[in-house]
Structure formats: C-alpha cells, structure tokens
C-alpha cells in the first residue's frame, strides 16, 4: 500500500527546555493514519498534519469503547542515528489486542513502513539528552456510526507521536504505592491484558483516591481473591527477595509488557536468579518486615524502570531499600537506556537503527 504525504504548511514550536518536557504533552507536526472497512479492508494510508479528528457523535468507540492503543518509543543515539526498540514487538501485541476486542489486525510490516516514514519526516522533534525520547502512541478506533453493541465495520488507525521527558514528576526517585484492595482492575476471561481504553477508565477512581492520600499509584491485586499481585497502574511489577528476582506471572489479568520480557531476558542472561510465579501480597509483606525484601520496582516504556520505596497495605507502610533505588533496580535501567540509546551494543537485536 501506497502511503500519501501532505506535509504541513505551518510547523509548531518546538519545546526548547528539554528538562522540562513532561510526558504527553506535545505532539509533532505531523500523524499517520489508516481507514479500513469490510468491504475494502485497510485503505487510503497517509500522512497528514497534526489535527483534530472528524468523528460522527454516533461513532462506536465513543459509546462502546471499542478502541486499542499502544506505547513505545524513538531514541536518538549517541551516533547521531534514530533507534526503535522493539517496535515490531508492539505492532504484535497490537494484533492481539485487535483480536480480543473484535477489531481489524493490521499488516505489521505496513504499521513498521509508516511508523519510520512519520518519525524520520519529524525527526526534529526528538529530543537529544539521555532520559528523553519520542513517544510513540499507536491507536486504533471503531469510527462506523451506529448504537447498538456489535464490533464496528469501520475503524481509523492512527499513529501520533511527541517528545517526553520523564514519566512521573519523580524521575527515578522512589515511587510510594497502594495496595488496593477495594477496587479491582482484572478478572480471569476479561480484557487485563489487553491495552483498550476501558481497562484504564475503570482505574482511574481507585488511582485517584490512592492519589489524595499521597501515593503515585495503585498496585493491583488479582480481581478473585484479593491475594496475588498483579500490575502497578501501568507497569509490571518484579520484587528481588534474597538473591531471586520474582515477576508475577502472565495468567490473563496482566499485561504482557515488552519492558517486562527485557527484564526476564537480561536478568537471566546476567545469570541472576529469575522467576515467574503467582506472587501473594502477603509473601510481599512479610519479606518486607523480615528484611529479605531487597526490591521492588515497576517496569513500562513510559518509566522504563521505577524503583518502589513504600508499599502501603491496610494502612501499614512498609519501607523499601530504605526508600532508595536499589542496586538491581539501577542496572537493569541502566543496561537497558544503554542499549536504548545505542551506547553500548545490543546483544539481543531489540534495536533498529531507522535514520
Ligand atoms: C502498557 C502497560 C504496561 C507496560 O508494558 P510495556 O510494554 O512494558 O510498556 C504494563 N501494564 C499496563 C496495564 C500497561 O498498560
């Protein structure tokens, strides 16, 4: 498929402190999209200026949700190139959200062609200092006009894209975070695992109660028994007790992160102890009490890694690495900015050099 090319008269201004970017915030000048409909399938791909959609107030997504998106991001490297990392890794995951939400799958290497061609047409956005980045949103949305719940025959994917700093105010300070246990963000069968808008609407109560009282998030307990750890807002959770790194693992009710699949694979290949199991809060508390939690931290592109300082459940905090970024937590950040910005060699072929 042919992708058009109308390129903006008018450029915006560009931010001009680095330092102060923010997250998702400021977009680029110009955004892709793709129609698609039954009877055409994918169609009309083009790249166009930045600008306000055009949807009929009846269209599917505003009233059903049915809607996807993703994140992940564009590194300029210290040889002056532009890197993806593990962006195809992200089009899959897509896919597999498309599947479980009744939408189109879209031709991957077709997303990958358009994603470079958008980045290296703004590449003047990316920003240049380590800890910033472009942020990359993929969306997909059910745009045909009706009422009446059935998958949509008409959907728009767009891609838009912005520079960002750092995700939380806190940088890589410790976050605080609450257990909680009132509101649940997943059941087994549902859509945990799958990056749509509702799952994220229906989070968003708990995360501001949690906020009031002076937390950054919320960590997720599984949706039955109130027990098991699932995910932190929007990152995959990874405690070190003792010599062992543990992740809760991927039963359906979390999300599959690719930041979490980095982790597993460099921790094992630093030959560290790694493993995936159903983690109990309580196994969490009680390391926490006797001392041999040494870690936590989440895991996300937004963040890449944040260090976890406090876990507060059932009005009981409990102080992590004495409220400090830990070792582990500092090493795996750092190997995988590195590889990131392409200062050090990827041995695990997650990088792509596109300009
Ligand atoms: C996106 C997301 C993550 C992190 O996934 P990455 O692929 O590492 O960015 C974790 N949990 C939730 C709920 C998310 O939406």
């Known amino acids: 498929m042919e992708i058009t090319i109308n390129l903006a008269i008018k450029k915006k201004e560009k931010p001009t402190d680095e330092s102060k970017l923010g997250f998702g915030q400021t977009f680029t000048d110009h955004m892709l999209l793709i129609d698609y409909d039954t009877n055409r399938g994918w169609h009309n791909a083009r790249i166009e200026p930045y600008g306000v959609l055009k949807l009929d107030p009846a269209a599917v997504c505003l009233h059903y949700g049915q809607e996807i998106f993703e994140g992940l991001k564009a590194y300029y490297g210290k040889d002056g190139g532009i890197y993806l990392f593990r962006a195809a890794d992200n089009f899959k995951r897509l896919n597999y959200s498309a599947r479980r939400v009744c939408m189109p799958e879209l031709d991957i290497e077709l997303a990958m062609e358009a994603l470079k061609k958008l980045i290296l047409i703004d590449r003047e956005w990316i920003p240049k200092t380590r800890g910033t980045s472009l942020y990359i949103r993929p969306t997909m949305i059910a745009t045909e006009p009706f009422l009446g719940v059935r998958p949509a025959n008409k959907y728009i994917f767009y891609i838009i894209i912005g520079p960002v700093g750092s995700y ?188």
Request: charged letters at 25%; one cysteine or more.
């Open 168 to 355: 939380y105010p806190e940088g890589l300070n410790p976050v605080k975070i609450y257990v909680e246990s009132k509101y649940v963000r997943a059941v087994p069968g549902g859509t945990g695992e799958v990056k749509t808008g509702g799952n994220y609407a229906a989070s968003l109560l708990a995360a501001e109660e949690a906020k009031k009282k002076g937390f950054t998030q919320v960590l997720w307990l599984d949706g039955c028994e109130k027990m098991w750890v699932e995910e932190v807002g929007t990152m995959n959770m990874f405690f070190v007790i003792d010599d062992e790194v543990i992740t809760p693992s991927l039963t359906g009710t979390v999300l599959k992160g690719i930041t979490r699949d980095s982790v597993i694979k460099i921790v094992r290949n630093w030959g560290l102890k790694i493993k995936e199991k159903s983690v109990s809060i309580n196994e969490v508390l009680a390391a926490a009490s006797s001392g041999h939690l040494k870690e936590a931290f989440g895991t996300g592109t937004a963040a890449v890694i944040s260090p976890v300082g406090q876990i507060t459940y059932k009005d009981k905090d409990y102080i992590i690495a004495s409220g400090k970024m830990g070792e582990v937590s500092q090493k795996l950040y750092d190997e995988i900015v590195d590889i990131q910005y392409a200062e050090k060699p990827d041995p695990y072929g997650w990088t792509e050099k596109i300009g």
